[in-house]
């Protein structure tokens, strides 16, 4: 199946601080997705990509699709202590049947806002 | 609009028992899929469901099996447990639909599972 590799595994940062995180996949995706995961709970969507080079915002958080289809990057902007938490990069693995398709996800960024 | 739920919260079991656990999707939505998460992973496909067969399914052997309600909830089943079951277990719920939309997959909080 697709891989797909997040990086950096994990990152303490000074709150106020901008963030840069990116994902890469040995197979061309058509989507990307950007998750968020708190302690205890599941993931919850960020941000949604469709079209190669697409720049999309939700708030602080800003994500773009890589013009190779093969990578996305996440930047968070003027970090706070709530943005503590791990990132998780996610894309489709291809199905030509019924319903929605099945994700792949990375290993995740592991985020530490220190106050 | 009440989001995806998932019980219980959390559970306990012994090697060679079995497990059951629920799933109710989001408002709306008619797809279940279902994934497994071990501790510093991130979540790994398991199966889906839609119109109550198992559409697709990841590399995950025969002792989990699942099921679909005409309500759309679903539940998955564990046989036979294993230590390397122990994993936080995630249903995700979305909407068939046709062009990108259909990626768009909800979660619950997921069940604890621990086997001891």
């Known amino acids: 199946g697709q891989q797909l590799n997040q990086s950096p595994q994990s990152m303490f940062i000074q709150e106020g601080e901008d963030v840069s995180m990116n994902c890469t996949s040995s197979?061309?995706?058509?989507?990307w997705l950007w998750y968020k995961q708190d302690p205890g709970e599941g993931p919850v969507l960020l941000i949604a990509l469709y079209k190669a080079g697409e720049l999309t915002s939700n708030g602080r958080l800003t994500a773009q699709f890589g013009i190779t289809r093969k990578d996305s990057f996440l930047n968070i902007s003027a970090s706070i202590p709530s943005d503590v938490g791990i990132y998780f990069c996610a894309g489709p693995e291809t199905y030509s049947g019924a319903g929605s398709y099945q994700l792949t996800f990375g290993k995740g960024t592991k985020l530490s806002v220190i106050p | 609009d009440a989001g995806v739920t998932q019980s219980p919260t959390h559970l306990i079991k012994t090697r060679g028992q079995q497990v059951t656990l629920r799933c109710s999707p989001k408002?709306?939505?008619?797809?279940v899929s279902w994934y497994q998460q071990a501790l510093g992973q991130g979540p790994q496909f398991i199966f889906q469901?839609?119109?109550?067969?198992?559409?697709q399914r990841g590399n995950f052997p025969d002792r989990f099996s699942g099921h679909q309600f005409p309500n759309y909830s679903s539940e998955l089943n564990v046989n036979a447990l294993l230590l390397g079951d122990s994993a936080l277990y995630l249903c995700?719920?979305?909407?068939?639909?046709?062009?990108?939309?259909?990626?768009?997959?909800?979660f619950g909080a997921g069940t604890r599972l621990s086997v001891l």
């Open positions: 995700a719920s979305s909407l068939r639909a046709s062009g990108l939309a259909k990626n768009i997959q909800y």
């Open positions: 408002s709306g939505h008619d797809t």
């Open positions: 197979s061309i995706f058509n989507t």
């Open positions: 469901y839609y119109e109550e067969e198992e559409r």
